[in-house]
């Protein structure tokens, strides 16, 4: 199957036959996560985890129901959810005295215990995250992990005595992002600031990370939100500051999207075969596959259990079964293990192994002797290689244009687009409605960090460009 | 606090003083779980998620929601759980065609799956786990993490092609619980088969692990059922054997209660002054806590972080607060901190370290250079007497008893009680309704793997005793 042309074929294939999800649990939107993807999910939860506890996050656990009237304490907040939230409405035979609804995102859960939690300075900040679920009632078409009812990722909930330390924190998210979903998982990501049509509901600035599909489009993997004082208001998050004088808390919030996450994952590394996991994250590192010759069958099996036995602290499996090698080496490349042992009667005669990456089919042939250090040193290589590999295309996927007419053929093209643009607040609306209308792209904002560009044109209207976006097409 | 006098007075003071909940979220039985709990929480569930997967077991994530169809199939279940389901009516404006459960537990969201998956006897045992939430409308009186509303915890779930192999599991899933409760934890408990009356709605068999929280009340903290082949046959789960005949598989499922067990971690290993956690669990594994003097200030507090640079790797904090070092050893003694290390000038100037075991107050002077291995081995020792002493503790409180009248006192005097009993099916519910209204204890079940007595009769009605039984007031 072809990932590149067929993108979208691909992807059902892959999440199909390397038995990853179950799509017949009877209830649209959800699906049932099996082991072959959940096990690297844990995985990735971990390393994001991990990298947040290191920035001062620590893990808490909210009610995954929000009582109706807190919910709607922050008006542009549930004007932008309240047609996707599910309802509880019954208990038993008991008809609620509150609706509840099932979180579809926990500010309106989070805030109202901090403004009980928040006093004084002393307090501040607090920087608490929850890994765990999100429900919306998604009414557009619904696909494994890309676009979901039952949401994985995690949030964190910042609140901070200045506006400075909020958007600092808004830095550390990206740089937090930068070293999970970059450097330990290999998918290249653009980190920008979205514009203001494109903010979510009830935040002051919404920056969000987007990676690249092997069909051009682009997916949003996470969105940091400089909230500023506008829940604090809703809520009463106030302190007493140093001078004396009680103030608005600012604040931040930031939702990495694991299920999304891991469907790049899956997109960016896999090839024509199937999935390639990285090494540290599957489930499988290793598979040990005995290759027999007629009446040297037990010889070659025994030495498949020493090879086995060699590997201890990795995770191996030696596949016996009776199929044929061949029908061997396709399953387990279509699973995406990224390190596939062959041992036959020469292997097993002269105690060595043959070592076969994933990605380019290398073979390494070691003696049993190494073979721990071999595999966990091609393991790290290939890792390190499929990122060169994913940055590449990456960033061969982006080209900058200054005009409409080669933007709208980079668009066509299933090219990602940066491009001057005049103004990401409410005035460069027209000029947004005409690429999303002409295109069907979106504008998804400004490089985090980057200043006004010299003498640039906006793309659309022609007027003085204060932004250079990037334009795309979104999954 | 007394711990053992005013036990229910001391769990609430604890849970408030040291940070573990608020209960002030607004819907009756939810809480928030707060980092000083969920950080140890966290652990727990990795213990028990290592050692499911070691027996076998797979991590799966099913949708929350279950649709009522479904909920409904297998008649003792829906009767066992109707009065107790959540359910989602609406999404956004909408009202949903079908009901949705909140999953009060997972039987019916696996099983119609199960009956997809499973074909041959190539596809068995299946052995799934899933750790996560249920949601229960708990009408009795709710108290953090012992009875609440939205439940943390894991369920496995298990189909084999025999009976033995059926029954075997429940063995294991003993072996699995002795391991991360007793071995982990140090929580001790007794495992036994759960009376007719006692039943998990749909289950063949009940076992149960109960431990003794300090007022003498049982609590249940795991539960594994022998489902044999109810579910089997209500969701049509077949395979074909073979003998070419087409068989429904025996089924297992297990439950340990992550909130009860840590409850039972607070209860059992706390003492007056606060929490016991011990070391390996421990959010905070070490204090440091210099111990200044007049003048002396700044050598002391260069000096804690000198011996906090020397414990990398273990999870340690300064105390550098305003307070008082006897204001600040109660508050790190409330939260549980295992060891406490003191250092002022003396300490400081001879290169050397005080270090406080947070149970016994022993304390051990050692040099900097040796204190990283001395704190590892103390907090090693620690949990193994804590261990001790909750042994000891469980085994005092449990007696044999012959009669009723001496039961009856045992019962009075907060005993667990080993009684000989004349049925633990239906015939011995008439025995057990005596000794539910006037003792207002419960008939437990007779221990795992144990056999009839000799000669003994039944401590209600004087008939021959088919079991010893556990008698106890529950929690």
Redesign the interface.
Known sequence: MKKEEEFSEWYSWVLKEARLV?L????KG??????NA??V??RIYKLYEEALEEDGH????????I?ER?LRKEKEHIKGF?????????????ILEE??A?RPTSET?FY??YA??IKGRKDLPIK?YQSG?V?R?E?KATRPFLRVR?I?WIETHDAFPTLEEAKEQIRKDYEIAKKVIWESLGIPFFFVKRPEWDKFAGAEETYAADTILPDGKVLQIATTHLLGQKFAKAFGIKFMDSDGKEKYVWQTCYGPGISRIYASLLAIHGDDKGLIIPFHLSQTQVVIIPIPKKGKEEIVNEYARKVFEQLKGVRVVVDYGEETPGFKFNQWELLGVPIRIEVGPKEAEENTATVVRRDTREKTYTSLEKLKEKVIEIGEKMFEEMKRRSKEEFDKRIIEVDAFDTLSRAIENGKVVKAPFCSLGMDGYQCYSRIKEELKAEVRGEEFGSHKPQGKECVVCGKEAEHIVFVARQY
């Open positions: 179950d017949r649990y009877g209830v959800f699906l049932v996560i099996l082991p959940f096990s999910i844990k620590l893990p808490v656990k909210f009610p995954v129901v009582p807190n309240e047609e996707e939230v599910f309802w509880i409405t019954h208990a038993g035979k008991n609706r509840l099932l859960a109202p215990m009980l939690w608490l679920t429900w009632y009414t039952e994985l």
